[in-house]
């Protein structure tokens, strides 16, 4: 079992970064591929970010390459979302999953454990 928690979130004009973090519980952190999804109000949840085990594998979604870095710290149980020149249509609740592989990263059904979700609001 994992458990994840997201923090970081908050309100920003657009230009600004933010870094989202996502703090896992289980001795299994490490062995697990991880993503980042994000919902807008009224639209489904989008694949954002994924990483694999051992940080050698990374995708993204076309809107966000080039503003966003995902990283993890197995040591510390952490994955990370470093969000840089955000939009306002970046404006979602961003969420962390477990235990995603890479050939399915951007598949909601190809994880097993999600946080609860963090609120970034961008701002014009």
């Known amino acids: 079992q994992v458990q994840l928690v997201e923090s970081g979130g908050g309100l920003v004009q657009a230009g600004d970064s933010l870094r989202l973090s996502c703090a896992a519980s289980?001795?299994?952190?490490?062995?697990?591929?991880m993503g980042w999804f994000r919902q807008a109000p009224g639209k489904e949840r989008d694949f954002v970010a994924f990483?694999?085990?051992?940080?050698?594998?990374?995708y993204y979604a076309d809107s966000v390459k080039g503003r966003f870095t995902i990283s993890r710290d197995n040591a510390k149980n952490t994955v990370y979302l470093q969000m840089n020149s955000l939009k306002p249509e970046d404006t979602a609740v961003y969420y962390c999953?477990?235990?995603?592989?890479?050939?399915?990263?951007?598949?909601?059904?190809?994880?097993?454990?999600w946080g609860q979700g963090t609120q970034v609001t961008v701002s014009s």
């Open positions: 999953a477990a235990g995603g592989t890479s050939y399915a990263a951007m598949q909601e059904t190809n994880y097993d454990y």
């Open positions: 289980g001795r299994t952190f490490s062995s697990y591929g």
């Open positions: 990483i694999n085990w051992r940080s050698s594998i990374t």
